[in-house]
């Protein structure tokens, strides 16, 4: 379940949002109880983002970059898909994978992703493009001039700040998702303590991992 509470459709007054119900679930569902999107999704984001009508709307407004940017589609889908990969979120990493694959990308191209480093089925520029969408997810916008150089000799300037910011929008969505643990994001902590076996009382590991110092 998400952290927070999803808004059925019977309290929806704002009309982008009831377009959007009606458009990704059908007009006689309401998918804050009846869940479920083409896509295989549960579609939570939709009705958790439906607790403000001014951040749904800013949200679907970067989705319109998709209609008018001037960026290969395919050069978009690998920051994207490689942004969710890196920022943990199976939710951004599986829909982008699927795009992807609805832009014709190869199968191998697609499993690539998540090791792209070592794989030889990328070209110059989609090298690039991954390793600059690590430098934005991972290190926090800190790319080396070669990996911008490769960047400049294949992109426009426009075409590179396009990239870099719906690079920067899905890192978001990938870290909101996490948090709020929306759609495929629903998951609990695996970082947990493993129960001691009976019987294990106050021993202390240390000490026997230490030894006697030989």
């Known amino acids: 379940m998400p952290r927070l509470r999803e808004v059925p459709r019977a309290e929806v007054t704002d009309e982008r949002i009831l377009f959007f119900y009606d458009r990704l679930f059908g007009p006689d569902r ?46 978009r889908e690998l920051g994207q898909s490689r942004a969710g990969w890196a920022r943990g979120s199976r939710f951004v990493f599986s829909q982008h994978c699927k795009q992807l694959r609805a832009l014709g990308v190869p199968e191998e191209k697609v499993q690539a992703v998540a090791y792209w480093q070592t794989a030889g089925c990328f ?39 396009l990239l870099t910011y719906i690079t920067c929008l899905y890192d978001m969505h990938a870290t909101m998702a996490k948090v709020l643990r929306l759609e495929f994001d629903d998951v609990e902590e695996p970082v947990v303590e493993v129960a001691a076996p009976e019987g294990y009382g106050s021993r202390d590991i240390a000490d026997d991992i230490a030894g006697d110092g030989r």
């Open 123 to 161: 070209s110059e520029l989609e090298r690039a493009v991954l390793a600059y969408t690590d430098g934005l997810v991972l290190d926090g916008g800190r790319v080396h001039d070669e990996i911008f150089a490769v960047l400049k000799k294949h992109l426009s300037d426009e075409e590179i700040l």
């Open 30 to 75: 309401d998918p804050a109880v009846d869940h479920g999107t083409a896509t295989g999704s549960p579609g939570d984001w939709w009705t958790v983002f439906a607790q403000s009508p001014e951040v749904f709307r800013h949200a679907v407004r970067g989705f319109a970059l998709y209609r008018d940017a001037k960026l290969d589609p395919l050069l």
